[in-house]
Every structure is written in structure tokens, then in C-alpha cells.
């Protein structure tokens, strides 16, 4: 049997991780920007986390939710504590677009309405509604296509208050990235968000902050939301929860109350999940790491800008893009096979960097001088 081609992959088997390092099948080592795609929050094989699941596969890996898990209260707790939203309601899940499913199921449950505003480039998971509110016509098939979902100009608060005043009283919810990760690295800023605060209150909709990418942690602050001082009504989150272990959820605001039924999975929240979760945010709060990823990111974006070839460093703590100008277009791939170093990208020209949060100094260091090194190689 054959994979089913839906990757452009490199031809790099990876056999072995530690922290930002990573080593293919022949030994060779690479630097880590990319984080799997910001899915390695604490680094690779972390030793505390791999001890947890260890321990837990001894003890039991899976039962269903049909009987109390312990386990899922423990992380309710501690990430009701980290991410300061103590009186928001847990329910774990699978991967972010389920949990993006979830979110906006859960808002039109809760106000009996259809319509849904999402931004442009907006990417929020591959699943029927989440791609629905996903702004690339490449990833909805026709049977994900609904009216029930208007795309709005991101950052445009004229155009969102127009819609508003127009079809208010039919949205159900909003759902926007505090960054938008896939579409390139861009920041939703405080006034906008705070924007969607008030006309969510307003018309009785619901505020989704899809924090799949741009929340644990990786921006400094747990999510990036709280950079304008708003409460969303439900984030949603996967990633960074696990460290690599499969795992997502939604918090869910004390003023949406659940009904039995409404939601469910059988996977979600399952014991081994847990632990690999508990063990990321122990490493978060006793390594500091939300800290770190704001210094370190703040080192990084300020040290990329005085490099002048490249254009427009965004982006908050280590979630960081850059525009790489056509003169220097080969920068991503050389930096990965010249210089051993993985980075992501945005289509069509700009690099993504979403590295474990305990990125150090001298690692971004390394990958700053092999930045300038390949540019005046590159410029010949
Ligand atoms: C912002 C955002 N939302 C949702 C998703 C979908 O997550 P998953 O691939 O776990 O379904 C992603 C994945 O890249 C994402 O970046």
C-alpha cells in the first residue's frame, strides 16, 4: 500500500529529538525553528514529560468518558491557574480543527443562531465547519461550502461594525486567530479585538479565539488575546498542549452552560493525554517558559530587523515571520540544507518561526548568524 499523497514532503527521515535539536536516520543534527509546526512548546522529549506518559502507560492509557478521569481535573485546574481563566469550563478533544468544530457548534447551540464571521486568510482546521471558516477555496471541498459564513477584511473594524449593524442579531459567533499563523504571521491588533469584544456583547454573539497556534504560551503571553485586555467566550487550543502528543481542547466562559449530548468524543481527554498535558504545563510554570518565549522572542524579532535584506519582522514572542524578497528567495531551502536548520513558511514569500518555547539565546543566535551568512551568499 501507498501513502495517500497529500504532503510536499523533504526527503529527511527524523529518528531522534532534544530540546531545538533534532537528528535524521544518516545522524545529522538540525536546529529546530519550526517546532513540527509550533506543536513542540516544552522541546523534544522533554525528560519530565516523557517520564509522565511513561508512567501513566503503567498505570492505565485509556478509559471512555463514561466514567470520572481524575486526571482531566487535575488539568483543568492548572490551566484554569497558567492561563488565569480559573472559572472557564474544560472539554478536551482531539486536534485543533475539532476543537474549532467544537467551539462554533458550541456558540450555535448556545444562541440558536446560523451565522458565523470568519477574516480573511484565516485558517482554522480541515474538518466540515472549521474549513468552512477557513478562507482557502484549495481546502473546501463543495460539500464543506455554506452561506452561513462571511469572510471580513482582518484589522477592519468599519467593515465588522457595518456587518454587525446589518445582520447583528443573526451571528452567532466570531472566530479569529490573535495572529494568524498559516496566512502569514498576522497580528490582529488590541483595538480590533477589543472591537470584537463589544460587538459580540452587543448582539449577543459569540467571541471564538482560535489559540491552535498562537496560544500556550508562544506569544509571550498565554494567549494572544490577552495582549488587549479581552475575555474571548471560548478559545480553543491544541499544539503546544501536548508536546507532540495528540490532544486539543476548548475553554469554555461560565455564562455558556453545557447540556449532556451536546458534545463528545471518544479519544478526548484520555489518561496518557493528560498526563503528557499536566507534564507540559509543569515545565511551563517550573522552566518559566511563557517568560522565555517573550524574551527570547523579543531578542529574536529585534535582532532579525537590523538585518536589512529581509522585510517586514512580525509577530509577538516565538511566533515570528519575515518577508524573504525575491533577490534572496532560496533562503528557507538553504537554510535547511546547507545550514541544517528548519524553518516553516507562509505562503507566498515569508518565513514562519514557531520553535520551542524553551528556545535559547545562543540557539537563536546560531540561527541569526546562518540568516546573515546565507543572505550574502545568496547575493553573490
Ligand atoms: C490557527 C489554527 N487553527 C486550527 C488548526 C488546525 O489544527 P489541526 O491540524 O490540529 O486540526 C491549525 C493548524 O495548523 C491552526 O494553525
Not at 513540527?36 to 519530565?48: L, R, Y
Not at 491552535?212 to 503546544?240: E, L, P, W
Not at 510554570?285 to 522585510?311: F, M, R, S, V
Not at 546562518?370 to 543572505?375: D, G, L, T
Request: contains cysteine.
Amino acid at each position: 500500500m501507498n501513502l495517500f499523497d497529500v504532503y510536499p514532503i523533504n526527503d529527511i527521515a527524523i529518528t531522534k529529538a532534544s530540546g531545538s535539536r533534532v537528528w535524521d536516520d544518516k545522524g545529522q543534527e538540525y536546529l529546530d525553528l519550526y517546532g513540527g509546526h509550533a506543536v513542540i512548546s516544552i522541546g523534544h522529549t522533554h525528560p519530565h514529560w516523557v517520564k509522565r506518559i511513561e508512567e501513566q502507560l503503567e498505570k492505565i492509557a485509556f478509559y471512555s468518558n463514561s466514567v470520572r478521569i481524575p486526571l482531566q481535573t487535575e488539568l483543568a485546574e492548572k490551566l484554569g491557574k497558567i492561563s488565569g481563566k480559573d472559572d472557564y469550563q474544560l472539554f478536551l478533544c482531539n486536534s485543533g480543527a475539532e476543537a474549532n468544530e467544537n467551539a462554533l457548534k458550541l456558540a450555535s447551540f448556545h444562541n440558536g443562531r446560523k451565522k458565523v464571521v470568519a477574516f480573511n486568510k484565516a485558517f482554522h482546521g480541515r474538518t466540515s465547519l472549521a474549513v468552512a471558516v477557513t478562507d482557502n477555496k484549495n481546502y473546501v471541498a463543495p460539500v464543506n461550502e455554506t452561506d452561513n459564513v462571511t469572510f471580513l477584511p482582518f484589522n477592519d473594524e468599519a467593515a465588522l461594525e457595518a456587518h454587525f449593524a446589518a445582520n447583528g442579531n443573526e451571528i452567532s459567533s466570531v472566530i479569529i486567530e490573535g495572529i494568524q499563523g498559516v496566512g502569514g504571521i498576522n497580528v490582529a491588533t488590541e483595538s480590533f479585538l477589543q472591537k470584537i469584544r463589544s460587538l459580540c456583547d452587543q448582539y449577543g454573539a459569540v467571541y471564538i479565539a482560535d489559540s491552535v497556534q498562537c496560544g500556550y504560551g508562544r506569544t509571550g503571553k498565554f494567549f494572544s488575546h490577552d495582549y488587549a485586555g479581552v475575555n474571548a467566550d471560548i478559545y480553543s487550543m491544541a499544539k503546544g498542549i501536548g508536546n507532540g502528543f495528540p490532544l486539543a481542547a476548548i475553554i469554555v466562559a461560565p455564562h455558556i452552560k453545557p447540556k449532556h449530548f451536546q458534545l463528545g468524543t471518544t479519544f478526548g481527554g484520555n489518561h496518557v493525554a493528560c498526563a503528557a498535558a499536566l507534564a507540559v504545563l509543569e515545565v511551563m510554570e517550573k522552566e518559566q517558559l511563557i517568560n522565555n518565549a517573550h524574551e527570547t522572542g523579543d531578542y529574536l524579532a529585534g535582532e532579525l530587523k537590523k538585518i536589512g535584506d529581509i522585510e517586514n519582522v512580525r509577530g509577538r514572542g516565538l511566533m515570528i515571520g519575515f518577508d524573504v524578497p525575491d533577490a534572496i528567495k532560496d533562503l528557507k531551502k538553504n537554510l535547511l540544507w546547507k545550514h541544517k536548520i528548519f524553518t516553516g513558511e507562509a505562503k507566498p514569500n515569508a518565513i514562519r518561526l514557531l520553535p520551542s518555547l524553551a528556545l535559547t539565546k545562543a540557539d537563536a543566535d546560531i540561527f541569526l548568524e546562518a540568516v546573515k551568512q546565507e543572505i550574502t551568499a545568496l547575493k553573490g
